[in-house]
């Protein structure tokens, strides 16, 4: 695996990079510009990636200085606040794009990307999705852009079409092996299309995230009222089950023909990354998922806190996602999971329609945030 130099050196995290794993930065905004935090984990070799979410930079916005000058440029100007928030959010996204592009460049792009997300539309507006989706990519203007978008109701048809447009996509809200392999179709296909655009197929790349936190706490609560008496052995399986299928998928997906014929053009796989977007976590509840989450060419989003506390740890022990034995595992507990009731497609479907009204919560959060500024 490639690296990149690092001032500080962590065990631990050589384990993780011997696996392949990468870490990223889940609660980025300006204020880790502004204090130095973002410069000092890209040193250290912590972060190889960053999400921006709307949530963390209207909180910023109340708990620090760090957008004061740009919101009194913007209280000026003849623009919606809707204008304004894409304003402050690609300004955000161009700063830690720089901070990263050592990353990127060392890495020859498998690491150092940013991740920044478009307003919520209606689910089946796929057009509005991917015209603003290239819109704040122009704004952005950097090679290690990635454009956020939920994979629910006209999701997946936008990000085909920003793809085809050579400019780089993360698909989120992910809960089931069926939307993963959608997910794939989608990339593959996208990738046809944009090199017949003329855009070269290493430039264009797609992540898929997982959010292990919400599926393991959508499906407890369904187990907490199962009358079946082995329905509490099933709580906080469901995540790992469902990385490791999808993970056998990822497998699968880079062993077929189809893959085979666009790696012949310079392709990039698309990557895994495994967030928990619950209830903020404690650093050892984020590190321990990580341990129980580390397969190769895959990543793990995590708050500040827990990159900072890596060093605790006293070590992570190899794959726990590939092979037969934790693919049969997953799928039992799939099975199990049916027994007691549980509608898997119904869960999923449920968390799908949740992480929108989160987004679209966020979002107007950030946008009164913005209008008070």
Partial sequence: MITWPRSKHSAVLDQLTAEGVGLWLDDYHRGRLADGSLERLVADGLVGGVVSRPAAVARAMADT?????????????????????????????????????????????????????????????????????????????????????????????????????????????????RRYDQAVDTYFRSLEHATSNGHAASAVTSLVSLDIGRLDAGVDALLGGSADPSAAALRGQTAVATARLVYRRYEESLGGPHWRSLVADGARPQRLLWTSENAPESPRTALDRVERLIAWMTSHALPQTALESLDSREGFHGDTLSGSAEHDAARRVMEALGRSGVVFDSVTRDLETAAIERERTAWNELLTAVQAG
């Avoid at 004061?68 to 809707?82: D, F, V």
């Avoid at 991740?115 to 819109?135: Q, Y």
């Avoid at 950097?142 to 006209?154: D, H, S, T």
């Fill in 65 to 177: 200085t760090a957008y004061g000058n740009q919101l009194n440029r913007l209280s000026g100007a003849a623009t919606s606040a809707e204008e304004r928030v894409y304003a402050i959010l690609a300004e955000d996204a161009r700063a830690a794009c720089t901070a990263l592009e050592p990353v990127f460049r060392a890495t020859k792009g498998m690491h150092g990307w940013v991740s920044v997300g478009i307003a919520p539309r209606p689910a089946a507006d796929a057009a509005a999705m991917a015209d603003h989706s290239r819109l704040l990519a122009e704004q952005v203007d950097r090679p290690n852009i990635l454009i956020r978008i939920p994979v629910a109701g006209g999701g997946l048809a936008a990000a085909g079409d920003v793809l085809a447009h050579g400019v780089g996509v993360h698909l989120t809200s992910v809960y089931s092996v």
